[in-house]
Each structure stands twice: as structure tokens, then as C-alpha cells.
């Protein structure tokens, strides 16, 4: 089975400041990664994801995020958040052999900071 | 508009009580699971399906059961209530996942007293 961690429960950081929510996961197989983003009293929506290929993924408002086989992480950057990218964000993995069970991250919470 | 319903948004039940949890999608997705939400733990999937008449339990299955009669259609259903159970579930569906990712409904909001 596969696990998640996001070390962070709470970021806070200024507008205009750089940021990155920390992901690590734990595998024997290969894995598929995403980053999920979850606004206040609303479901979660696709951020971005990692299938292959370019270990640099981007969105299209502006995060970015790096698969490093080596460390096992995903984390999830922005080089200069706004207030409307306060929310919560959940980092997720399913395996290559079982890409329909998805295991989820406790989530962090970005609060962004006029 | 297309996308995952979920009914009830809010639920209060009494202990021992069981009650159907709704979960309807409209974009012909095959791929349907149903999350629950605990502060401080993320989500933890409960069950899922891979098409209409195919289920499998997740991780937390216990207490729960489903069925998929439909493509459009996949109940949750909690058969004795337990304080345990109260939680934010939500449902979710997909095309294809590994490209798309999951749709999520809004959630529906559990209380168990």
C-alpha cells in the first residue's frame, strides 16, 4: 500500500511571498502524484498531477511541482501567492498497478496574508 | 450542470440509525469512490468502483456498503450509525483517473449523536 505525508498542517505566509507545501510518499511500486486543492465548503479539484515524463509539472495559476524519485517527494511551490490561493491542499498517490485507489495527504492549510 | 450530486449536504442521525448517502454523476464517468474527511487525517477511501456492477472496499469499508446498479448511480449506505462515523463524505467520479483526476462532489456533512 502506499502512504502520504504533508508535514505541514498550517502555512501562513504573506501575498506576494514564495511558498512550497512539503509532500513525501512511500511506495514499493511506481506511483502516480497529484496535488488537489480544496476551497472553503467545496470538494476538491485537480491542481496538477504527475503520470511520467518531466518531473516538473505545472497548473495553470501558477504552482508548480517537482517529482524526485530519489527523496520520494512531490512538493508543491508558487513563487508568489495571492489571497485567492488561501485553501486547503492535499497531496495524493495510486499505484501504477491500482490507479483507481487514491490515498490522500492530511492536507495543508495555506493561509495567505495581506 | 454536469458534474457529481450529492444528497443530502447535511445529515443528523441517531445512534443504530442507517440511512443511504447519494451519489449521482452525469458525465458517463466509469470510475465512482467515496471518501470520507476527518480534521487531521485527510481522506480516507471508503469504497470504490470500477464500473456498474464491480466494487471494491478502500481502506476504511467497515460499517459502510455500496452498490452500482448504474453507471450514473452509487449509494453509500451506513447500516447502524455509529458516533464514529461522523465525518464530510464525499463522492467522487472520473473518466479515466491517471489523466483527469477525480470529480468531487460538494460533500455531505454527518453527524452521529
Known amino acids: 500500500a502506499q502512504s502520504v505525508t504533508q508535514l505541514d498542517s498550517q502555512v501562513p505566509v504573506f501575498e506576494e511571498a514564495p511558498v512550497e507545501l512539503r509532500c513525501n510518499y512511500s511506495?514499493?511500486?511506481?506511483?502516480?502524484l497529484f496535488w488537489y486543492v480544496q476551497y472553503p465548503n467545496q470538494g476538491l479539484q485537480l491542481l496538477l498531477k504527475?503520470?511520467?515524463?518531466?518531473?516538473l509539472v505545472e497548473s495553470i495559476n501558477g504552482f508548480e511541482a517537482e517529482f524526485n524519485k530519489s527523496q520520494t517527494s512531490f512538493h508543491l511551490r508558487k513563487p508568489s501567492v495571492h489571497i485567492s490561493d488561501t485553501a486547503e491542499y492535499f497531496c495524493?498517490?495510486?499505484?501504477?498497478?491500482?490507479?483507481?485507489?487514491?490515498?490522500f495527504g492530511s492536507g495543508t492549510k495555506l493561509n495567505v496574508k495581506p | 450542470n454536469a458534474g457529481v450530486t450529492q444528497t443530502p449536504k447535511f445529515q443528523v442521525l441517531k445512534t443504530g440509525q442507517s440511512m443511504t448517502l447519494q451519489c449521482a454523476q452525469d458525465?458517463?464517468?466509469?470510475?465512482m469512490s467515496w471518501y470520507r474527511q476527518d480534521p487531521g487525517m485527510g481522506l480516507r477511501l471508503i469504497h470504490y468502483?470500477?464500473?456498474?456492477?464491480?466494487?471494491d472496499q478502500g481502506e476504511v469499508p467497515n460499517g459502510y456498503n455500496v452498490s452500482r446498479s448504474t453507471t450514473e448511480d452509487f449509494p453509500l449506505r451506513l447500516l447502524s450509525a455509529a458516533p464514529s462515523q461522523t465525518s464530510v463524505y464525499f463522492c467522487?467520479?472520473?473518466?479515466?483517473?491517471?489523466?483527469?483526476?477525480?470529480?468531487f462532489g460538494s460533500g455531505t456533512r454527518l453527524t452521529v449523536v
Open positions: 467522487a467520479s472520473s473518466y479515466a483517473v491517471t489523466n483527469y483526476g477525480y470529480t
Open positions: 511506495s514499493s511500486v511506481s506511483v502516480y
Open positions: 504527475y503520470l511520467s515524463g518531466s518531473t
Open positions: 495524493a498517490v495510486s499505484s501504477r498497478y491500482n490507479f483507481n485507489k487514491f490515498y
Open positions: 458525465m458517463n464517468h466509469e470510475y
Open positions: 468502483s470500477v464500473g456498474a456492477g464491480i466494487t
